[in-house]
């Protein structure tokens, strides 16, 4: 295809050429007829055309029919320049200076009736944060990853929203229950966090990174990784828990040992409906530095043509102007 546009171009370039070259033979030709009628009729010409002032009329007619040749190579040649899309290409190498943040919800029966409500505390706290990205994990018995981390808040909020919808069910399978049900037992809550805590990229960088995690501590059944267990490790790679727990002040042992692995990983624990919990959680992770994360490099190209449309113009009406002198 490129080399198609190539001998399209070439030939275009070539009728343009000929037709300019065709235009000065035969505007030369021309002046020879009317110089050869002209002379039949004078006599003792030769005479005339040896005075310097004519040959000087002659020689700027030469020059200046050269120069019509020449402003029309150019032209045509700026015009196929044009016609074949010059481009440029640069390198640019994306940067996100904000922080990585995982919203970790444990979806299990015994967190149904107030799972809308942390999702509507999750949905509260993108109005607070500018450029972080944002990730959601679900859990009960199994993790799923429901998006990965992303500063597309447009496409958050409508995850948020599709999750939060799916538990007004009556008997198919929800949403939130997809993938969920995979293990043994339900809400293990250290599996889920260690899931949050292992969907962070980047390993290797320095970035502060945080998880929201929204769980009653309600466990029923063999876990493979123990809460204290995910939280070391949370703290190990520099990850910072928050937890939200719908159930504080109800049961002060569950709701005490969520608060100790929390606290371990220098988070801190939040009842859901306290009334400082969405700022109190903003202000703390927005406390930790944001560190650059540069993203895969991106070749753009874009089109360059300028200078070659003034050189157009400028030799189109060099062009016209010289040719207008040439005709006087």
């Known amino acids: 295809m490129a080399l198609a546009h190539g001998w399209l171009i070439l030939v275009a370039v070539g009728v343009v050429l000929a037709a300019i070259a065709i235009g000065v033979v035969v505007g030369l030709r021309s002046g020879a007829r009317t110089e050869e009628h002209e002379r039949a009729r004078v006599a003792r010409a030769e005479r005339l055309r040896a005075l ?6 002659l020689n700027r007619r030469v020059l200046a029919l050269s120069a019509v040749l020449l402003l029309g190579v150019v032209a ?5 320049v044009i016609a074949a899309r010059p481009m440029s290409s640069q390198t640019i190498q994306p940067v996100n200076t904000s922080r990585d943040i995982m919203l970790c ?4 029966g015994s967190m149904s009736e107030v799972d809308v409500e942390v999702l509507s505390v999750f949905e509260d706290l993108l109005d607070d944060f500018e450029g972080e990205r944002i990730g959601l994990t679900i859990f009960n018995s199994s993790p799923v990853q429901i998006f990965p981390l992303t500063d597309d808040y447009e496409f958050i909020r409508g995850h948020l929203q599709s999750i939060r919808e799916s538990f007004d069910y009556t008997d198919q399978v929800p949403e939130h229950w997809v993938g969920t049900l995979n293990g043994n037992g ?3 809550i250290g599996d889920g966090l260690a899931a949050c805590t292992m969907a962070f990229d980047h390993p290797d960088d320095e970035r502060s990174r945080s998880i929201i995690f929204a769980t009653d501590n309600e466990i029923n059944g063999a876990s493979i990784v123990t809460l204290d267990e995910a939280a070391s490790y949370a703290d190990s790679i520099g990850v910072r828990v928050f937890a939200l727990n719908p159930v504080a002040g109800k049961d002060d042992a569950v709701s005490a040992e969520l608060a100790k692995a929390a606290e371990a990983t220098g988070g801190a624990a939040y009842g ?3 009334t400082t919990t969405v700022s109190d959680i903003v202000t703390q992770v927005q406390e930790q530095e944001a560190t650059e994360l540069k993203g895969q490099a991106q070749v753009v190209w874009t089109d360059t043509p300028n200078l070659w449309i003034v050189v157009l113009l400028i030799s189109m009406l060099s062009f016209l102007v010289v040719l207008w002198r040439v005709r006087l």
Request: aromatic letters at 4%.
């Open 272 to 274: 859901l409906r306290d």
């Open 52 to 57: 310097p002032t004519f040959r000087q009329a």
């Open 105 to 108: 919800l444990d979806v299990s």
């Open 76 to 80: 045509a040649l700026s015009a196929g």
């Open 186 to 188: 339900a809400s293990l």
